[in-house]
């Protein structure tokens, strides 16, 4: 079936430095949309990036990633990280034609330090 | 504003008794579903539903059932809870229209089972 991988399971960083985060995922359908979603302690997961285009960036709040089919990856980054950054970071796909199952990685938790 | 409601946002439960976990949305959303979150496994899909009287089968489906009443409700039902099933249960909706839609989560209810 469809599924999400996502290596690292805790990334901590120092401020000021670049932020990569990996994704990867399998399925069989040919037209998967990607997103990334970020949980924030006591909130609830929200969407930080989205993108069902090959070999486009796609930006929002800082944050940048790239869809490449032909690797299967949709790596999260941002040139410099932010204490504010830190929280859970969750990679996720819909693959199917109906739009319905949605799918999450393991979830990298970034904590980035002074 | 895009509102998913999750009830109760935390329970006790006894091993071997039964357990029902609601949400409720006013997106109109067709989609509509049910995830847990563990330390290391990220969010993994239990159940989730593409309109009122259907629920499919996610990827841990085990031991949980789902019923989907109306477009607005969505429940996650534990018949006999076991410790095991102890975990933080997100629900969430979104739009069965396109591929691309944003998923839109509740609060998360926090269920220990003793």
């Known amino acids: 079936g469809d599924s999400v991988t996502q290596t690292e399971g805790l990334v901590t960083l120092t401020e000021g430095l670049p932020v990569m985060l990996n994704c990867t995922y399998q399925?069989?359908?040919?037209?998967?949309?990607l997103f990334w979603y970020v949980h924030y302690l006591n909130e609830s997961p929200r969407l930080l990036l989205k993108?069902?285009?090959?070999?486009k960036r796609t930006e929002h709040q800082g944050f940048h990633a790239t869809l490449h089919k032909s690797s299967s990856s949709f790596h999260l980054q941002k040139s410099s990280a932010q204490l504010s950054d830190s929280a859970l970071y969750y990679c996720a796909l819909i693959a199917s034609s109906s739009f319905s199952k949605l799918v999450f990685g393991q979830g990298t938790s970034l904590s980035v330090v002074p | 504003e895009a509102a998913v409601t999750q009830s109760p946002r935390n329970k006790v439960a006894v091993t071997g008794g039964k357990v029902t976990l609601s949400c409720n949305q006013t997106?109109?959303?067709?989609?509509m579903y049910w995830y847990r979150q563990d330390t290391g496994h990220g969010l993994r899909l239990i159940h989730y539903?593409?309109?009122?009287?259907?629920?499919e089968k996610g990827d841990i489906p085990d031991g949980y059932k789902a019923s989907r009443p109306s477009q607005e409700n969505f429940s996650l039902i534990l018949e006999l809870a076991t410790p095991s099933q102890t975990s933080v249960y997100f629900c969430a909706s979104g739009d069965a229209s396109r591929g691309d839609t944003e998923v839109f989560f509740g609060k998360g209810t926090r269920l220990t089972v003793v």
């Open positions: 539903s593409y309109g009122a009287g259907s629920t």
């Open positions: 993108s069902s285009t090959d070999n």
């Open positions: 399925t069989i359908y040919s037209n998967p949309f």
């Open positions: 997106n109109n959303h067709n989609n």
